[in-house]
């Protein structure tokens, strides 16, 4: 593999909207690693959140292919550190980055997507009617065990995109996980793969607490 220094010469190139859909038409993997709240606000369509304030090495090891080529869409200054992280967990193959970010996208909203939200207000007056909606905690094994939401069923991001196949894609799905930098990673991947109708549940498992929402501890087995 090629040093690291050659790595940013060659993976920090500037790309327009243009090029950015021509690659990504191509089979290009696009990486939005801006906040999860700011993912949710607007996006680059065909996007995956991982966020370089959370985990973002271990996400990108587990989720991105070395095979295709990644394009980054990052905050204005913060595209050398996304792309230098990536460079030190052995991915060489970026072609570069979004060049202004979304505001390159002000002038075609047909590439912008959304995430719907509901607090965990919300959730709990849907719960309340007696018709709960279908909610996926994407959490680890050891977080679930130690405590979930009564309604909900297991589905780790960990297991993304495998463990997806048993689920209903006309579905609509109330995603969360513990304060909401995964859930919007499980969002955006779901999103890939052919589901339209997600919901982030804003703050997550931290809100619900909060809120005072029925948390069980049995084991239920994974979806």
């Known amino acids: 593999r090629p040093d690291l220094e050659a790595t940013l010469k060659t993976s920090l190139r500037a790309l327009s909207v243009d090029e950015v859909v021509l690659l990504k038409n191509q089979g290009a993997q696009l990486v939005d690693v801006r906040e999860a709240a700011d993912f949710e606000g607007a996006h680059f369509a065909g996007a995956i959140n991982i966020g370089l304030q959370g985990k973002y090495a271990t996400w990108c090891g587990s989720i991105l292919s070395h095979e295709q080529p990644i394009i980054v869409v990052a905050e204005a200054g913060n595209e ?12 060489d193959n970026v072609s570069g980055y979004l060049r202004d970010s979304m505001a390159a996208l002000e002038s075609r909203p047909e590439l912008v997507q959304k995430v719907p939200r509901i607090t965990a207000p919300a959730l709990a007056e849907q719960l309340a009617e007696g018709q709960p909606p279908f909610i996926l905690d994407v959490r680890s094994e050891n977080e679930w065990k130690a405590g979930h939401l009564k309604e909900a069923t297991f589905l780790p991001l960990d297991g993304f995109p495998e463990n997806l196949k048993n689920l209903d894609r006309e579905t609509p799905y109330l995603i969360h996980c513990g304060g909401g930098y995964r859930s919007m990673t499980a969002i955006s991947i ?14 997550g498992f931290g809100a619900m607490q909060r809120l005072g929402l029925e948390i069980v501890t049995e084991e239920v087995a994974v979806s």
């Open 80 to 91: 050398e550190e996304a792309v230098m992280r990536l460079g030190r967990i052995g991915f």
């Open 190 to 203: 779901m999103k890939l793969n052919g589901f339209e109708t997600l919901i982030n549940v804003y703050e």
